[in-house]
């Protein structure tokens, strides 16, 4: 058996490069010119926003649910539920904050206080009821008459007084009594039940809880019918502002009373009801306040995240307390 060379032809097979093939690709033409080298373009890759994500994500399937963790979870959404509608209410509602200053807050006023004063003497008639005001700025009025009225009780034996004047702010008193009386009875009684006294504007406000009337429901009627009352009142100026900055002007006030009959070197002093007023320099500021939203939220994603946080931890215990647990019945821990 022999071996023969046969010659090369066209087969279906591929051709590998070589020398020759390498050399005959440098060189083109017949002046032997060299084609100048390929260049390679690098592919850029997209920019992706998702680079920014600092919250990974974790797979489901690389995550483990568990009895405890789903009990720890309601728990967790059920109070961070309480907590939140706990919030909410404090945000929602108005707060009343209040502070102490030295200063006159009503200067429009003129110098002048309101009063409004509802009195009923059951056993005095109304023609011998009258109002009698007096101050340290020399004012000495008897019988004021303007802005009253006087209602007959007990089919006329008796007088509800209802009055609304002003005083100055200095120290003074009204008294209601019989000195206007064209002719004074001989034994007046002055038994009563004080229904109203108050200073200033009305304020309506369940959240302040002041001693605005003081005296109201002060009842006398047992008291003896001959004898003065002496009701010493200390007001203390009072400004409420609400939330949308509008101010009102009151005078809460403190009350000491005494009772006594009178005499002197002529005999029995004539009885009356006496409110000797002296005011406080402090002054006392309610202001309508609410949360405002930064707070609000501030505390809300306080306790989500503390919630959670906490919630995390414990879950955490108690699950790696349950696989310590577990391989020390299999024997694997030592």
């Known amino acids: 058996m022999g071996w023969g060379c046969a010659a090369p032809g066209p087969g279906p097979g591929p051709s590998l490069p070589g020398p020759a093939a ?28 998702r680079r920014f994500d600092i919250y990974r994500k974790v797979p489901k399937d690389l995550t483990q649910p568990t009895y405890t963790g789903a ?9 961070i539920l309480f907590l939140f509608l706990s919030e909410l209410t404090g945000f929602i509602a108005t707060e009343i904050v209040n502070e102490l200053y030295v200063d006159d807050p009503d200067k429009d006023s003129g110098g002048k206080i309101e009063v409004n004063l509802n009195i009923s003497l059951p056993n005095l008639h109304c023609e011998l009821v009258g109002l009698d005001i007096q101050d340290e700025m020399g004012r000495h009025e008897v019988g004021h008459i303007d802005n009253s009225m006087k209602i007959p009780l007990n089919n006329g034996d008796g007088c509800r007084f209802e009055g609304h004047f002003s005083i100055n702010k200095v120290p003074g008193n009204f008294h209601v ?11 007046p009684d002055m038994t009563h039940v004080i229904h109203k006294l108050s200073f200033g504007d009305k304020l309506q ?25 002496d009701y010493i009142l200390k007001i203390v ?3 409420y502002e609400d939330m949308s900055g509008k101010q009102r002007y009151s005078y809460q006030y403190t009350v000491a009373n005494k009772e006594y009959v009178a005499y002197s070197h002529t005999g029995r002093i004539i009885p009356a009801i006496w409110f000797r007023y002296d005011l406080s320099p402090i002054t006392v500021k309610y202001t309508e306040r609410r949360q405002p939203l930064y707070r609000f939220i501030t505390s809300i994603c306080a306790i989500i995240g503390g919630t959670f946080t906490v919630a995390g931890i414990l879950d955490s215990c108690i699950f790696t307390a349950s696989e310590a647990w577990k391989k020390i019945q299999l024997g694997k821990m030592q």
């Open 177 to 187: 009594s019989t000195h206007s009386a064209t002719a004074q009875p001989q034994n």
């Open 237 to 239: 100026p009072t400004v």
């Open 71 to 79: 009990i720890i979870s309601v728990c967790c959404c059920l109070f």
């Open 22 to 49: 390498a050399g005959s690709e440098a060189t083109a033409g017949a002046g032997g010119a060299r084609s100048p080298p390929a260049t390679t373009t690098a592919t850029t890759m997209p920019f992706d926003f």
């Open 205 to 229: 406000v369940h959240n302040v809880h002041g001693a605005f009337n003081a005296l109201e429901g002060a009842d006398k009627l047992s008291s003896n019918p001959l004898a003065s009352h």
